[in-house]
């Protein structure tokens, strides 16, 4: 069962979840920088600890997605003028 | 499924798998309608109601979905299979006689 | 109020304004993760990322209650008084109508060609 | 009132789903030959006859 592959639509709610996750992380960890409240800021940090334990839990999964491939150590092609 | 209406349907196999994906989409809506509910909710009363029908409502779908795949009226692992399924309830239910 | 962000007035209850900004911003993820993850559910077929998923959905649950309690502590939030919601609604929306009319990036932005090539290159 | 307004409302909202679902599991169980699948419905309409009463319960409290 472990290795076995995803379904298709079940693949693609995960594409979904992995993407919002990851913005969530971003915003999360990136504005830790501007509050002022220490409370708020602490649960910012809660947030950003649970979000990277769910997103890698969600990645080791989404390896099984039918349309896996080797993962580039960079973007294909740099956005340049 | 009352024999009378059966035959004038032509209904009498797909009427048990009509009313599972009935069941089914149910349960699914239900799960939306419960999430949405469950953050709109904070008085704690209600939110611990509504997070436990939530997970009734998730134990429901995975009983009928577990139930549906294993009859063959859900190929959630074979998209080609799902399809060609569901080009043939279509046609069944474009081909149902209006009474 | 006025157009220049420069002018110190702009910034009195400045932390106050930024925080319950942010803090709507944690509290509407929140309640978005919850519900996506409820729609992923509706769809996995897999048991073990039912369960994944399951876990997740009610941690996430209780993230958005512990972001809810800690708003309406901080009196950033008022789901039982809802003209003093209201209030911040209005407050908060022509507080931000006022930033997007300031002019905040006057230079250029691109900076793209300063990161086409590694140091070294040089 | 001791609730807020939108949770009456989802309330309502749901409670107006879940009639919905009962009222069809109740009357499509019959058309059902299948035992496992009539098992399943019977506890559909198990749970939601308790969720509903639950609501009901909400609902006339929140009646002002």
């Known amino acids: 069962m472990e290795n076995q592959k995803l379904a298709d639509h079940e693949s693609l709610d995960l594409h979904e979840i992995i993407n919002f996750k990851t913005l969530c992380l971003a915003k999360s960890k990136l504005m830790q920088g501007l509050v002022f409240d220490h409370d708020l800021r602490a649960l910012m940090q809660k947030d950003v600890e649970q979000s990277m334990q769910a997103l890698g839990e969600l990645q080791a999964v989404y390896k099984r997605a039918p349309f896996e491939a080797p993962v580039p150590q960079n973007r294909p092609t740099p956005i340049l003028n | 499924m009352n024999l009378i209406i059966e035959a004038l349907t032509g209904m009498d196999a797909l009427s048990d798998q009509v009313v599972a994906m009935d069941l089914l989409i149910s349960a699914k809506s239900g799960i939306r309608n419960y999430a949405m509910a469950v953050t709109e909710s904070g008085t704690p009363e209600i939110k611990e109601m509504l997070t436990r029908h939530l997970e009734e409502a998730l134990d429901l779908h995975e009983q009928i979905s577990a139930y549906m795949v294993e009859k063959g009226w859900y190929h959630a692992w074979d998209t080609n299979e799902q399809i060609r399924l569901d080009l043939n309830n279509i046609n069944t239910a474009l081909n149902l006689p209006i009474l | 109020m006025n157009h220049d962000y420069l002018d110190p007035i702009n910034s009195l209850h400045m932390p106050e304004l930024a925080d319950t900004t942010f803090a709507m911003d944690l509290l509407l993820r929140a309640k978005e993760g919850v519900r996506n993850i409820a729609v992923a559910l509706t769809e996995s077929a897999s048991p073990d990322v039912r369960n994944l998923l399951r876990n997740q959905l009610m941690q996430g649950i209780a993230m958005h209650q512990e972001i809810k309690e800690l708003m309406i502590n901080k009196k950033w939030f008022h789901p039982y008084e809802l003209s003093e919601q209201y209030k911040l609604d209005q407050l908060s929306a022509n507080n931000t109508l006022m930033i997007g009319k300031m002019n905040l990036f006057p230079v250029d932005t691109n900076r793209k060609g300063m990161f086409d090539r590694t140091p070294d290159d040089h | ?64």
């Open chain 4, 1 to 64: 009132m001791n609730y807020a307004l939108h949770e009456v409302l989802e309330v309502h909202e749901l409670a107006a789903f879940k009639t919905n679902c009962l009222t069809k599991s109740k009357t499509m169980k019959a058309l059902v030959s299948d035992q496992l699948l009539k098992d399943i419905m019977q506890q559909d309409i198990d749970v939601s006859t308790r969720q509903l009463q639950e609501y009901a319960s909400i609902l006339s409290n929140a009646k002002q």
